[in-house]
């Protein structure tokens, strides 16, 4: 155990069943950078973040944060304790306007002035306004200039994974969880990832990153951790991570070697 542990899990298990998605699962992360999580499918990384995001139960285990025994919090409080994410399977609020996901998220941020804004009130005219600076500057970081008030259903998925992403940094988070953020997207749409890493860290949010263009993993992250079957099967930095036999026999080889 270490002191400079800000993000700890202590024999994290889920089962559903008879599998054990995560299976005793120990780690310890300090705050900062991209720590990337992954493994083959079915090794259990979404199930992580669902237990770190407040989604699912653990069945065992525990979940720690900045000193906090956050185990067992409801995705609401998870995001209250400053966790936020994005989900394998793009969710967004279709219907609404790009600027309004971004805005919903917002929502605890201007609790009162939202009611004080329909009534007409200035200092709720004055709130909301503030938060709609704030979400188009979020918009603007984000690649999604001029798309604000379109439905986010019209736009192409590669912009509608950035419209989750802008979602999930609208409540400022300390953690960041994304899950296969590039999924389905071209080289081009990919280009900007890193750039967008490089900010959000510097902003001093700690990023867990699943996803499986692992050539991208290595080059955004400052540790990678390989999950297999729910357990841990390496953990260290990009390069020696990459290098490691049982992660290439297990998981890597083939990819790494095309
Ligand atoms: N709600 C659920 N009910 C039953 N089994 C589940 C459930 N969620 C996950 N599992 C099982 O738990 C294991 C881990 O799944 P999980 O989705 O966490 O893997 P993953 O690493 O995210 O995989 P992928 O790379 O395919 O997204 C799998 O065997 C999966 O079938
Ligand atoms: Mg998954």
Redesign the pocket.
Known sequence: MTDSAWLRLVGLT?R??G????DDLDLEHRAGGVLGLI????????????MLSGA?LPTSGRIELDGHDVTGLRPDQMNGRGVSRTF?NLEIFGSLSVIDNVLVARERYVRGGALGAMLGLPSGRRAAREQEAFARELLARNGLVGLADEPAASLPYGLQRRVEVARALASQPRLLLL??PLAGLSRAESTSFATLMDQVTDEGVTVLL?E?DVTTVMSVSDRVVV?DH?SLLADGPPDAVAADPRVRAAYLGEELDA
């Open positions: 889920k559903f069943g599998v054990s998605a995560v493994g083959p499918n079915g090794a259990g990384k979404t199930t992580v973040f669902n699912i394998q899950d296969e699943v499986h999950l729910g």
